[in-house]
C-alpha cells in the first residue's frame, strides 16, 4: 500500500471536509454527518494522478473543465444522476463554484464500471498475457488501439485510496453487488458508452473507453449514475482523423485528450519506485490544452461560458 499526503482541503464557509480523493473533495453541511447529510459538496481539484499516484505540480484550470465536461454529459445522458436540485439544495461557494457540485447522497457500489471500445491499456497487455481481458476472450492478432467489434464491460473492484484498483471478471462483479445489480450496472454502462461514443464521433472523437459508477438512491432504490462521466480523467479519447491516419502505426495513431500525455511522460521518466518526479511545465501545458480542446470539440460550447 502506497501512502501520500494529500494537501490541507480548501475551508468553505457553510460546509464541513470530510474526505479527499486522489483528485476530488468532499464536504456536507456544517452540522451534518456523512452518514445522515443528504447533501455532499463535490470538489474537482487540479490534482491529477497517474499509476494510482497523485502528481505534482497541478494541472491549472482542470478542475473547472473536467466539472464542465462532466455537467454537459450529465445533461445529454436519459437516466437519473447524483445531480442535486430543488430550493432546499444549499449553495455552492462561490470559490469554488466552476469546479464543484451539490450531489444527493447515495448508496455507493464498490465496482468500476468500466467499458472499453478499443483494446489498449491494461487491457492489452492482460490480452498479450491471457488472450482475453478481465475473462473475455478476444480474437487472436489484434493490435494496441485496435477498435473493438462490439464495446466490452470489464469491471474493476473499487480500491481504498493508496491501494490499486483490482480488474474483476463480471461473475466476480455478482458475487460483490449482487446479481439483479451487477446486470443493471452491466446494462446501463454498455447504453450510455454507446451512445456516448457515437455522439464523441460526431464531433471527431474516438471514445476509446471509459468508466462509470453507480449509487442507489436510499429513499426511492433507484439506480444513480455518479461521480463524474466521461471526462478526460475517467476516459480515453482520440482524434479520430490522426487515428485514421494509415501511415501511423503504433502508439502515433493514439492522439490522446485526455491524461495519457502524462501516463506516457511518467512512464518514461520513471520506473515506479518510490516518489513520482514532477511533471516538466510544458507536459502540465499541454495537458491542459488537449482536456480544453476535448471540451471545445465534444460540446461545440466556449469552456468560458459553461
Known amino acids: 500500500m502506497t501512502t501520500q499526503t494529500l494537501p490541507a482541503p480548501l475551508p468553505l464557509e457553510g460546509w464541513t ?18 452518514e445522515a447529510s443528504p447533501y455532499l459538496l463535490v470538489v474537482a481539484s487540479n490534482r491529477v494522478s497517474a499509476f494510482d499516484f497523485v502528481l505534482e505540480p497541478p494541472i491549472p ?5 473536467l466539472t464542465a465536461l462532466s455537467n454537459w454529459w450529465f445533461s445529454e445522458i436519459d437516466m437519473p444522476n447524483h ?3 430543488g430550493e432546499d439544495v444549499p449553495e455552492i461557494p462561490a470559490e469554488v463554484a466552476d469546479r464543484a457540485v451539490v450531489s444527493r447522497r447515495l448508496e455507493m457500489y464498490p465496482i468500476e464500471c468500466v467499458v472499453r471500445g478499443a483494446l489498449t491499456g491494461s487491457g492489452y497487455k492482460e490480452y ?19 477498435l473493438l467489434d462490439e464495446p466490452i464491460y470489464t469491471p474493476a ?26 446486470s443493471a450496472l452491466r446494462e446501463a454502462s454498455l447504453d450510455i458508452f454507446t451512445s456516448a461514443r457515437e455522439l464523441a464521433a460526431a464531433r471527431g472523437v474516438v471514445l476509446a473507453d471509459t468508466k462509470f459508477e453507480f449509487g442507489r438512491d436510499p429513499r426511492t432504490g433507484e439506480l444513480v449514475l455518479a461521480d463524474e462521466v466521461l ?30 500525455i502524462v501516463r506516457n511522460w511518467l512512464a518514461a521518466n520513471w520506473d515506479k519506485q518510490g516518489t ?26 466556449d469552456p468560458h461560458n459553461a
Open 61 to 65: 484550470g482542470k478542475g473547472a473543465l
Open 276 to 301: 513520482p518526479p514532477e511533471l516538466p511545465t510544458e507536459i502540465v501545458s499541454q495537458t491542459h490544452d488537449r482536456y480544453r480542446e476535448l471540451y471545445v470539440r465534444v460540446t461545440e460550447n
Open 231 to 260: 471526462t478526460s480523467d475517467s476516459s480515453r479519447y482520440w482524434d479520430a482523423a490522426v487515428y485514421a491516419d494509415a501511415s501511423l502505426t503504433g502508439a502515433d495513431r493514439l492522439s490522446s485528450f485526455d491524461k495519457q
Open 17 to 34: 471536509h470530510i474526505y479527499s480523493g486522489k483528485v476530488r473533495d468532499l464536504y456536507v453541511p456544517v452540522g451534518e454527518t456523512a
Open 157 to 182: 473492484y473499487k480500491a481504498p485510496f493508496g491501494e490499486h484498483d483490482e480488474n474483476i471478471t463480471y461473475e466476480r462483479s455478482v458475487e460483490i453487488v449482487g446479481e439483479d445489480v451487477a
Open 128 to 146: 498479450l498475457e491471457t488472450g482475453a481481458v478481465c475473462g473475455i476472450e478476444l480474437p487472436a492478432g489484434l493490435t494496441d488501439g485496435d
Open 83 to 85: 445531480l442535486a436540485s
